[in-house]
């Protein structure tokens, strides 16, 4: 069974470490995350991909969105 896996460093924050069933899922989580972290800050754009890349310009930042196989034993 594959997974999708969501991971985020930030920081000083502890990481993110999130496993989804499809990429959709996991973008959205991203999403999600990156709307919450800057609610308080500068408006961004409502472009998802576009605040996504804006909060994680900074070499402080990383995200990846990975498909992981999984195995049963």
């Given at each position: 069974?594959?997974?999708?896996?969501?991971?985020?460093?930030?920081?000083?924050?502890?990481?993110?470490?999130?496993?989804?069933?499809?990429?959709?899922?996991?973008?959205?989580?991203?999403?999600?995350?990156?709307?919450?972290r800057t609610k308080a800050a500068t408006p961004?754009?409502?472009?998802?991909?576009?605040?996504?890349?804006?909060?994680?310009?900074?070499?402080?930042?990383?995200?990846?969105?990975?498909?992981?196989?999984?195995?049963?034993?």
């Amino acid at each position: 069974m594959k997974r999708i896996l969501l991971f985020i460093r930030e920081a000083g924050q502890q990481d993110v470490v999130d496993f989804h069933p499809d990429e959709a899922s996991a973008r959205r989580a991203l999403a999600t995350y990156v709307r919450k972290r800057t609610k308080a800050a500068t408006p961004h754009s409502e472009n998802d991909d576009d605040a996504i890349a804006a909060y994680f310009a900074t070499p402080s930042t990383v995200d990846t969105i990975v498909g992981v196989a999984g195995g049963g034993r």
